[in-house]
């Protein structure tokens, strides 16, 4: 079993930074895909960014070049720096693992454990 809770979520205006942490407890393998979701009001939820077994990170389009996933692996933490933040980035955020070692983006059917979720609102 791994528990994830995340903090870190608030409201900000467009243009804004907000970083997301996820805290790990159970089972934690290192070689297990960790990563970020997130779900709009009447939206699926869709992957944001991922980091795998062998540490290579992977991105949603969407996202690239403004947010930055990141692990800590002494402190068994996750974190999501995201700046340029725009409305469109409204949502919950979840915290996800795969709970197995896995290579590769962290896609939904994937995922073993999922944290709470965090609210994100940005205004414009």
């Known amino acids: 079993q791994v528990q994830l809770v995340e903090s870190g979520g608030g409201s900000v205006q467009a243009g804004g930074s907000l970083r997301l942490s996820c805290a790990a407890s159970g089972y934690i393998y290192r070689g297990m895909c960790m990563g970020w979701f997130r779900q709009a009001l009447g939206k699926e939820r869709e992957e944001v960014a991922s980091?795998?077994?062998?540490?290579?990170?992977t991105y949603a389009d969407s996202v690239k070049g403004r947010f930055t996933i990141s692990k800590d692996n002494a402190k068994n933490g996750l974190y999501l720096q995201m700046n340029g933040l725009k409305p469109e980035d409204t949502g919950t955020y979840y915290c996800?693992?795969?709970?197995?070692?896995?290579?590769?983006?962290?896609?939904?059917?994937?995922?073993?454990?999922w944290g709470h979720g965090a609210q994100v609102t940005v205004s414009s």
């Open positions: 996800a693992t795969s709970g197995l070692y896995c290579y590769g983006h962290l896609s939904a059917s994937a995922v073993a454990y």
């Open positions: 980091i795998d077994g062998r540490g290579t990170l």
